[in-house]
């Protein structure tokens, strides 16, 4: 049997497990604000639903890794306040943030997401913490599909240029 053959909650977390969950919750922390900004900004109904799907999914997230960064004796990063509520009449119209805008900075963060729980996953060595990065994944990904269906419904989307073969026009 090797070093860390046994139960993974009970093996050490290598430094560069420590870096990558303690970022990842750093910059969660961070998103959830931004998400709760952009709802005080969404005028649309079902992108709004988007947002809150994505704040709860977040602070799901944040609970599970702060049990185990508190379990590993790990300090946590610090949390921002929470952001006020506002009504989107009260906040002026040159001052609001479009509601495509919103949905495509929802789409970028998920994107970032994703690579951020491929890399904590690939550098793991502790199959609890792989695990955990995992199920993140998942459901990023089935968030982001929500979020790509959206775009494509509400005319959000704007696709860069498609690429035609030159042989096709022959």
Request: glycine share 12%.
């Given at each position: 049997?090797?070093?860390?053959?046994?139960?993974?909650?009970?093996?050490?977390?290598?430094?560069?497990?420590?870096f990558g969950t303690w970022n990842y919750l750093l910059t969660a922390?961070?998103?959830?604000?931004?998400?709760?900004?952009?709802?005080?900004?969404?005028?649309?109904?079902?992108?709004?639903?988007?947002?809150?799907?994505?704040?709860?999914?977040?602070?799901?997230?944040?609970?599970?890794?702060?049990?185990?960064?508190?379990?590993?004796?790990?300090?946590?990063?610090?949390?921002?306040?929470?952001?006020?509520?506002?009504?989107?009449?009260?906040?002026?119209?040159?001052?609001?943030?479009?509601?495509?805008?919103?949905?495509?900075?929802?789409a970028a963060n998920i994107a970032s997401g994703l690579v951020a729980?491929?890399?904590?996953?690939?550098?793991?060595?502790?199959?609890?913490?792989?695990?955990?990065?995992?199920?993140?994944?998942?459901?990023?990904?089935?968030?982001?599909?929500?979020?790509?269906?959206?775009?494509?419904?509400?005319?959000?989307?704007?696709?860069?240029?498609?690429?035609?073969?030159?042989?096709?026009?022959?």
């Amino acid at each position: 049997m090797g070093i860390l053959s046994g139960n993974p909650q009970d093996e050490p977390m290598h430094y560069g497990e420590v870096f990558g969950t303690w970022n990842y919750l750093l910059t969660a922390k961070g998103t959830i604000g931004g998400y709760q900004v952009q709802l005080n900004h969404a005028g649309d109904e079902d992108l709004k639903k988007l947002l809150v799907e994505s704040i709860e999914g977040g602070q799901a997230e944040i609970k599970q890794i702060e049990g185990l960064l508190k379990e590993n004796g790990i300090g946590l990063p610090p949390t921002p306040p929470e952001p006020p509520h506002a009504c989107l009449d009260d906040i002026p119209v040159g001052a609001r943030m479009a509601d495509n805008a919103i949905a495509a900075a929802l789409a970028a963060n998920i994107a970032s997401g994703l690579v951020a729980c491929s890399t904590n996953m690939g550098q793991s060595i502790r199959e609890d913490i792989a695990m955990m990065f995992g199920q993140f994944h998942l459901q990023k990904a089935q968030l982001g599909a929500k979020v790509l269906r959206l775009n494509k419904e509400k005319g959000w989307l704007i696709p860069p240029p498609l690429h035609k073969d030159k042989n096709e026009n022959c």
